[in-house]
């Protein structure tokens, strides 16, 4: 099972970053994925998760409707659009079914003016 992150950066309050995670070496269309953001010091806790096809998405509160969470099964891909985005958006953010596999390096997203 892998993970390898993409699209960080440096943004500005307000500004936007789409994040692509390509997975492999497991069923991705039949797997939930989910987004994680980890600061230094504290826990990987989920941020947004896509069920299977048909199924839904979810966010944690703090989203508040700022990101979309979507998938491409032709290309084992998750993506998180991050809209409006907050200094405390800055974290390194990894993407994974769950808590159980392998996890990838993460892409760090950085939000300062």
């Known amino acids: 099972v892998q993970f390898v992150e993409s699209g960080g950066g440096l943004a500005q309050p307000g500004g936007s970053l789409r994040l692509s995670c390509v997975a492999s070496?497991?069923?991705?269309?039949?797997?939930?994925m989910r987004w994680f953001p980890q600061v230094p010091g504290k826990e990987r806790e989920w941020l947004a998760v896509?069920?299977?096809?048909?199924?839904?998405?979810d966010y944690a509160d703090s989203v508040n409707r700022r990101f979309i969470i979507t998938r491409d099964n032709s290309v084992n891909t998750v993506y998180l659009q991050m809209n409006n985005l907050k200094p405390e958006d800055t974290a390194v953010y990894y993407c994974?079914?769950?808590?159980?596999?392998?996890w990838g390096r993460g892409t760090q997203v950085i939000v300062s003016s």
């Open positions: 994974n079914t769950g808590w159980d596999n392998p």
């Open positions: 896509i069920i299977r096809p048909g199924l839904g998405t």
């Open positions: 070496g497991f069923t991705f269309s039949q797997s939930q």
